[in-house]
């Protein structure tokens, strides 16, 4: 079968059963088997592939699984990144994260930075990859996620992998930036997602009773932590801006952002003793 038949027909089985974004996750299947970007799916549609594998794949989307779990990685920021059952799937709201980290880390200065509850290593690791000069600890205690978020980690020398739980005194020289995208979704909530974020780690989205755990968790735990005029980072739920902004109670200086659908996603604050 060529691969505009394959693509055809995957379009054709997705929204038969329903499946939304039927033409792209056909599209997105189809160019993962050829081993091909989507952009140069136009120039290799007479290419041939398994019409067995294709059909797998294709079942496992209607089944409902995510169609990055499917495919085995995803695209984030300037890199593609290992993802499967057990870890959360990059974002693109979070790459704006990313970008506000990478805007304060970069220039002459070595930074020490951590990416607490690193899941993936997105975040980490495109900061990593964009400030060479600096050094980026990324901490993570999920043993699932540990087995992508090393596998991402290869070869790029400036990332260390602390496998450990964020709620421990742990050992690490003090940071210029922390970054974290902790679990923000309340406990009750989680019953009510849409079905692919269920199949998503349920360690990697649940924030508590109110979803704000984690955040006092890195107020208490993780200022003294901080050198002097260090900067943190956080992502945080549409809802919960002045929440977490009455939470960091050590942080000075404390700004929240709206990300690109207009909805409250970044918490940027400071370690001033002011």
């Not at 940071?175 to 269920?198: G, M, R």
């Not at 809802?239 to 990300?259: M, P, S």
């Not at 690109?260 to 604050?269: F, H, K, L, P, S």
Request: include cysteine; charge should be negative.
């Amino acid at each position: 079968m060529t691969l505009k038949e394959a693509y055809n027909y995957g379009v054709y089985f997705l929204s038969c059963n329903g499946v939304d974004e039927a033409d792209f996750k056909s599209l997105c299947l189809v160019c993962h088997l050829d081993g091909i970007k989507n952009s140069e799916y136009p120039q290799h549609i007479d290419d041939e592939i398994i019409m067995k594998r294709f059909a797998d794949l294709l079942w496992r989307v209607k089944a409902g699984e995510p169609l990055q779990y499917v495919i085995g990685k995803w695209d984030f920021y300037d890199s593609e990144f290992y993802v499967g059952k057990g870890v959360l799937i990059p974002r693109p709201e979070t790459e704006e994260l990313v970008e506000k980290v990478i805007d304060r880390a970069k220039g002459p200065d070595k930074c020490v930075i951590y990416d607490l509850c690193a899941g993936s290593g997105c975040i980490g690791l495109s900061v990593a990859k964009a400030c060479p000069e600096s050094t980026v600890y990324l901490v993570e205690k999920s043993d699932d996620a540990m087995q992508y978020l090393l596998k991402n980690a290869e070869n790029i020398t400036n990332a260390k992998v602390i496998c450990a739980d964020i709620k421990d005194d742990i050992d690490l020289p003090n940071a210029d930036i922390i970054v974290s995208n902790p679990p923000y979704i309340k406990t009750y909530d989680i019953k009510n997602l849409q079905p692919e974020v269920q199949y998503e780690p349920v360690m990697a989205l649940d924030g508590g009773k109110d979803g704000l755990d984690f955040y006092r968790i890195i107020n208490d735990n993780w200022f003294c932590k901080l050198n002097d005029n260090g900067v943190l980072f956080l992502e945080i739920g549409e809802e919960q801006g002045e929440a977490v902004k009455n939470i960091l109670a050590n942080f000075k200086n404390i700004n929240v952002y709206k990300d690109m659908y207009g909805n409250d996603r970044i918490v940027v604050a400071d370690n001033s003793k002011e």
